[in-house]
């Protein structure tokens, strides 16, 4: 009779103590120690994190009332990201390679390339005042768009609020040491800013006016996950697109160095550790920064990866890096 090996016994055991998905990857974390792979990372990670191309020409297209479509500009990038419709019916635009840009019916114009003597790179979003005034978000000044998970394994701030003064053509600096600046919004009364902290999974008021001008504080705290972009309601309150990072891997993978590290340098680990493709969440958050309605696709089939949630008459529009179409979604219904 054949001796019976404990190790299958080892092996359920380990299932038990570690969740299903982490098991491999524990064991490729011990695997990465014993190649040294800590000297070919591309991040310099900090501690465990607090979870609470080459140009080419392309166009804008131009939805008419009846559903069709029309090219509009020539806009020669495709590293566009966010935008907003200023008051003479200029877009507004994010371009990550050339800065913020604006279009409109004379053309593309580069309103602003450089601030403090530093190349604008990864512009995220941007939102007009009254006045005119742009202000928009870096989302990180180390990493590229396509290495954007790098910035989260990393575990540093390096986003930055910028304002644009069209009166000046100058940009300044309103907020340093943003971890993942994203969206951008401004209240009803245009008295404070509202920017997204994706990997905090938090928002942050800035003041424009008031006894509290030029003053920070958080607007909502431990959302349930990393905040995208941000779009005012017609009642005042904020619609905001999350992220689901909170993910058992992602959780995981900040216990320490090591697997931040080995992620880093095998970036297919990303979609099994993160998570973030295959789900929907979006909130809506009132003044006081709490959460008055919640809207989620857990399974991901209908949409998934919802960056963006615009709210037009009763009407939700919801926008997705992984969708080829627009959803609306009827807010009387729901």
């Known amino acids: 009779m054949s001796r019976k090996h404990s190790l299958p016994a080892i092996i359920r055991t380990s299932k038990r103590c570690f969740p299903a998905s982490c098991s491999s990857f524990l064991l490729a974390c011990l695997l990465a120690f014993t190649l040294q792979i800590l000297f070919f990372s591309p991040i310099s990670p900090a501690g465990p994190l607090d979870l609470s191309h080459a140009s080419l020409a392309s166009s804008l297209p131009t939805n008419k009332l009846n559903g069709s479509w029309e090219n509009w500009k020539m806009i020669n990038s495709n590293s566009l990201f966010g935008i907003t419709i200023t008051k003479e019916g200029h877009l507004i635009v994010c371009d990550i390679e050339k800065g913020l840009i604006r279009i409109g019916e004379d053309g593309v114009n580069v309103l602003a390339t450089h601030f403090n003597g530093s190349e604008i790179r990864f512009a995220n979003n941007v939102i007009e005042a009254s006045d005119g005034n742009l202000y928009f978000s870096i989302a990180s000044t180390k990493f590229e768009p396509h290495n954007w998970y790098l910035d989260v394994l990393e575990?540093?701030?390096?986003?930055?609020?910028?304002?644009?003064?069209?009166?000046?053509?100058?940009?300044?600096?309103?907020?340093?040491?943003?971890?993942?600046?994203?969206?951008?919004?401004?209240?009803?009364?245009?008295?404070?800013?509202?920017?997204?902290?994706?990997?905090?999974?938090?928002?942050?008021?800035?003041?424009?006016?008031?006894?509290?001008?030029?003053?920070?504080?958080?607007?909502?705290?431990?959302?349930?996950?990393?905040?995208?972009?941000?779009?005012?309601?017609?009642?005042?309150?904020?619609?905001?697109?999350?992220?689901?990072?909170?993910?058992?891997?992602?959780?995981?993978?900040?216990?320490?160095?090591?697997?931040?590290?080995?992620?880093?340098?095998?970036?297919?680990?990303?979609?099994?550790?993160?998570?973030?493709?295959?789900?929907?969440?979006?909130?809506?958050?009132?003044?006081?920064?709490?959460?008055?309605?919640?809207?989620?696709?857990p399974s991901g089939k209908v949409m998934s990866f919802v960056t963006a949630a615009l709210e037009f008459e009763d009407h939700l529009y919801l926008g997705s890096l992984n969708s080829n179409f627009v959803e609306k979604l009827p807010l009387k219904d729901t």
């Open 155 to 297: 575990g540093k701030p390096h986003g930055k609020l910028l304002k644009y003064d069209p009166s000046s053509t100058k940009t300044s600096i309103l907020l340093d040491g943003l971890c993942f600046a994203n969206g951008v919004a401004l209240s009803r009364d245009e008295d404070y800013l509202v920017v997204c902290e994706t990997w905090k999974f938090r928002c942050l008021k800035y003041w424009l006016k008031g006894e509290d001008k030029g003053k920070t504080e958080i607007f909502v705290n431990n959302l349930p996950g990393g905040p995208d972009n941000i779009n005012l309601a017609p009642n005042g309150s904020f619609w905001i697109a999350l992220l689901q990072l909170t993910s058992e891997g992602l959780e995981f993978v900040h216990t320490s160095k090591a697997s931040k590290h080995l992620v880093a340098t095998f970036p297919k680990l990303t979609e099994q550790v993160i998570g973030v493709y295959k789900k929907a969440t979006v909130v809506n958050v009132a003044v006081d920064g709490k959460i008055i309605k919640r809207f989620d696709d």
